[in-house]
């Protein structure tokens, strides 16, 4: 049995289509890890850029200026509870 998978000489229709088909189950498994690899290569070494908000989403950095905000549509600020005594 050894001796006809080693002499691709005498296979026949079956034993190329085995063949084929396992190279190219061992072609597409090396893309895949190759693949993986990169990725996991390039998540470890880059930094996580932190998004550009637009300033009106930003308070931290763009305080509400004078007329912005629930004053310039109408509405009252919230009394904080420390105040109302």
Same mark, same amino acid.
């Given at each position: ?24 189950? $061992?072609?597409?498994?090396? $893309?895949v890890?190759? #693949?993986?690899?990169?990725?996991v %290569?390039?998540?470890? @070494? #880059?930094? %996580?850029?932190?998004?550009?908000? #637009?300033?009106?989403?930003?308070? =931290? ?16 600020? @919230?009394?904080?509870? =420390?105040r =109302?005594?």
């Amino acid at each position: 049995m050894s001796e006809q998978w080693m002499n691709p000489a005498i296979w026949g229709g079956a034993q190329w289509l085995v063949a084929a088909i396992l190279v190219l189950v $061992v072609l597409a498994l090396a $893309v895949v890890i190759h #693949r993986l690899i990169s990725v996991v %290569r390039s998540e470890m @070494t #880059r930094k %996580r850029e932190r998004p550009v908000l #637009r300033p009106s989403l930003r308070p =931290d950095l763009y305080p509400p200026q004078e007329g912005e905000g629930r004053e310039a549509a109408g509405e009252k600020p @919230t009394p904080s509870p =420390d105040r =109302d005594q």
